[in-house]
């Protein structure tokens, strides 16, 4: 009778502490979910501002090509129109984006709130 009554505490001893400790787990959860954002945001913003300046390279190059008369004018046109139909989409998207904050006193604002978000729970 003593083996299943300490099977049952044991169990009862586990799941209190399971019960304690989970705030302090899933606190940490939402905090490196706040850092794998930030950092997909800064990659996001990065692949953006590079496909920004290739678009811009290009469109310097054909209208280099167009002033030494490598292209004709309706090549050029309709070229340039695609090009700038990208750039203005590119700088869209990097317009769409929410900036990351840099500052440490921020993040721990944000994270406090976000702990006291009774909604995420």
């Known amino acids: 009778m003593a083996i299943p009554t300490g ?53 310097k190059e054909l209208e280099f090509d167009y002033q030494t008369n490598k292209v004709n004018e309706a090549m050029f046109t309709e070229q340039r129109r695609i090009l700038v139909a990208r750039a203005v989409d590119v700088l869209q998207q990097l317009d769409a984006l929410p900036v990351p904050s840099n500052d440490p006193l921020e993040d721990a604002i944000d994270a406090v709130r976000e702990a006291d978000d009774p909604e995420e729970d």
């Open 7 to 59: 099977l049952i505490a044991l169990a009862l001893l586990i799941l209190l502490a399971a019960y304690i400790v989970q705030p302090f787990v899933a606190r940490r959860r939402r905090a490196e979910a706040r850092r794998q954002r930030g950092a997909s945001i800064w990659q996001q913003r990065a692949d953006l501002l590079a496909e920004r300046n290739r678009i811009y390279t290009a469109i």
